[in-house]
């Protein structure tokens, strides 16, 4: 099972702000990956950003990042790497309504 969100990255930098990244967080282990998807005439390389592991929480609540920390709307900081939460697919929003109170 696999919760997926889109983000962009917190930036003021003109190229990265229409960046929009895939934030896949696998509740089988607790890992986290981020990807880029492909953007035609973008300049930037698509694929794999962040490679799949547990990343420490910087809440400071957690030791590593959790399903919980990822609010649509919301900030995330994931290896130093600042994303708002855009918004998640069908099945990561049932699983929050049914898991996350």
Known sequence: MVLR??????TTIPEDIE???IISYYLA????????????NSGIVEGKFLERKRYKS?????E????SEFIVGGNVIVNSYSFQVLSTDEYTT????????
């Open 5 to 10: 969100y889109t983000a962009r990255l917190n």
């Open 19 to 21: 960046r929009r990244f």
């Open 29 to 40: 282990d607790n890992t986290v990956s981020i990807y880029e998807p492909f953007k035609r």
């Open 58 to 62: 910087v809440s400071g609540l957690r």
């Open 64 to 67: 590593f990042i959790e399903p």
């Open 94 to 101: 049932q699983w929050i309504t049914q898991n996350i109170k």
